[in-house]
């Protein structure tokens, strides 16, 4: 039996819901997509919102990748076709793997290993041979006509590559209070957390809860 438009709907809003919890601050797509994993600075994520196609899809949506109309279509595809929609899930989480690879050591001054860089390399190969030139003020790619499973994905690989060969790699930094990248913009570059609302206000509560520790003890 399929489900109503109605139901499909509700399904729909639960997912966004879902993917919605990670805030977009990293300053960048290929490092939003970094922090839909959660955790604290050091050691392994204790939190992932994707946790299926359904929800790559819908985070697609929510960092403006996707159009409703094509999120709707690759929601039919992967009812209809779930196999090639399964491989495309696991392609998405190994490249978040290998692009964790990428950009976390350059945000502790380090180089990223040749094995990620070369995998980049092949997936933006991949990416581009599905996209189109497209104009606006000037050419940009485009995955509009792209039907296919991997569509999520592929302008997050490309964004990984603009960053890495025309960003300011220096900027980049981990957030002090969880393990969300960022870039940092600020004049100064004295930006620390990944968010003044998350990160920020809890250090900011940790430190006034110990100072009021240490006035009690006196």
Not at 84 to 102: G, H, I, K, M, P
Not at 201 to 218: D, F, H, Q
Request: charged content about 30%; glycine content about 6%; overall charge positive.
């Amino acid at each position: 039996m399929f489900p109503s438009p109605g139901q499909l709907v509700k399904s729909a809003l639960m997912e966004t819901a879902g993917v919605t919890r990670m805030r977009l601050v990293g300053g960048d797509l290929a490092l939003d997509f970094l922090n839909t994993r959660a955790g604290p600075p050091v050691g392994p994520p204790d939190d992932d919102v994707l946790t299926g196609y359904a929800e790559l899809i819908s985070w697609s949506v929510y960092a403006g990748t996707l159009a409703e109309t094509q999120a709707a279509a690759l929601r039919r595809l992967s009812r209809d076709s779930p196999d090639s929609t399964r491989t495309a899930f696991a392609q998405a989480l190994r490249t978040r793997d290998y692009l964790d690879e990428v950009f976390r050591p350059l945000a502790a001054g380090e180089d990223p290993g040749v094995a990620a860089l070369t995998r980049l390399r092949d997936d933006e190969a991949d990416a581009l041979a599905h996209a189109q030139l497209v104009r606006g003020k000037t050419f940009a790619w485009s995955w509009r006509d792209d039907h296919t499973p991997a569509r999520p994905l592929r302008p997050v690989v490309h964004a990984a590559v603009q960053l890495l060969t025309t960003g300011a790699l220096d900027r980049i930094k981990r957030c002090a209070g969880c393990r969300f990248l960022f870039i940092d913009e600020s004049k100064n570059r004295s930006r620390r957390w990944c968010s003044m609302e998350d990160c920020g206000t809890a250090a900011k509560i940790r430190r006034y809860v110990e100072v009021r520790r240490i006035r009690t003890k006196r």
